[in-house]
């Protein structure tokens, strides 16, 4: 269909009530992974990049990175029949973002929420005023999640404040909200049962009526952590967020599920595995393959829980 931006598929799906995936890529496997996925489920593709993948990929140099990116998930957009786009996850560095915004992405997100309330949202308009500008939509974080996945770190959890998210979007004027409420960053999210604060998350949502962000939102499936483990791996009993908690979500008002953790535990499963099943295989074509397979499988589950299959 096209690449296009961002905010064409979340106000899309903020209107008619479903969920979209954000998916984190690190190579071109994840993106053929995540655009097969797409193009089977008839699904709209979010794809991500942390600011970790622009520096990998452009080999140090961040701006080579996005142009990288950029140019990968266009030529991929133009030859399918669904809209894809593609996002700056958590962007602290003025660099990284800038970098993105002049290569073309469809959207950035600007994460000040370490900060206090009134820099976040001086730091955010900043960024939104330069990002519209070049028909770039944005999305910002209110609320801090602990936990640690590439280059995001933090020790405890602060959940929104809903009244200072209704501040926040109406004098930053951000396209979308990661709001903090209860998950939290990579593969060990919880110690018991997972709970997340719906009551707030609703409040949030009735207050500020954009589309909202859920992010450290990987369920940790058990199906690829067994494979995983059975082939040499050890995630220490990680958890994540279940699929009918992430229905939940979708219910009271979350337009955007971003998944980095389950995506790479999936493809790791799938590269132990291979490699342990063919010691003498050394064609990486070959056992990449496997990896994407399963890489794509967690993708189109995601998919059929939040609800995008046939949405485009």
């Known amino acids: 269909m096209a690449y296009v931006n961002t905010k064409v598929i979340l106000d899309k799906a903020n209107k008619e009530g479903y969920g979209v995936g954000a998916f984190n890529v690190n190579n071109l496997e994840f993106i053929h992974a995540i655009i097969e996925a797409g193009v089977e489920k008839k699904s709209p593709v979010i794809i991500q990049t942390s600011q970790g ?7 140090g140099d961040v701006y080579r990175g996005a142009r990288l990116f950029v140019k990968m998930v266009r030529e991929f957009a133009d030859s399918v029949e669904i809209p894809v786009a593609l996002n700056l996850d958590h962007g602290s560095k003025l660099e990284n973002i800038m970098a993105c915004i002049q290569a073309g992405y469809s959207s950035v997100m600007i994460d000040a ?3 206090p309330l009134e820099e976040n949202i001086a730091i955010t308009k900043d ?5 519209h500008a070049a028909n770039v939509s944005v999305e910002a974080e209110l609320g801090q999640l602990a936990g640690i996945e590439d280059d995001v770190v933090a020790e405890h959890s602060v959940l929104v404040d809903p009244n200072e998210a209704k501040r926040f979007v109406e004098e930053t004027k951000v396209d979308f909200l990661a709001p903090a409420i209860g998950t939290s960053h990579g593969a060990f999210k ?5 709970k997340l604060d719906f009551d707030r998350l609703k409040e949030v949502k009735e207050l500020t009526k954009i589309p909202l962000v859920l992010h450290g939102a990987s369920s940790v499936v058990q199906e690829m952590v067994k494979i995983a483990e059975a082939n040499g791996a050890d995630f220490g009993g990680s958890k994540g967020v279940p699929s009918d908690i992430l229905k939940e979500t979708v219910k009271y008002g979350i337009n955007k599920v971003n998944t980095d953790t389950d995506l790479r535990m999936a493809y790791i499963a799938g590269l132990r595995e291979f490699l342990n099943n063919n010691p003498k295989e050394f064609d990486p074509r070959k056992y990449f393959a496997t990896a994407k397979e399963y890489t794509k499988k967690v993708i189109m589950d995601r998919m059929e829980v939040l609800d995008s299959v046939g949405k485009i």
């Open 190 to 194: 919880f110690k018991g049962t997972a």
């Open 113 to 115: 929420s370490h900060s």
């Open 127 to 131: 960024i939104v005023r330069i990002a």
């Open 53 to 59: 993948a622009l520096k990998y990929a452009g080999d």
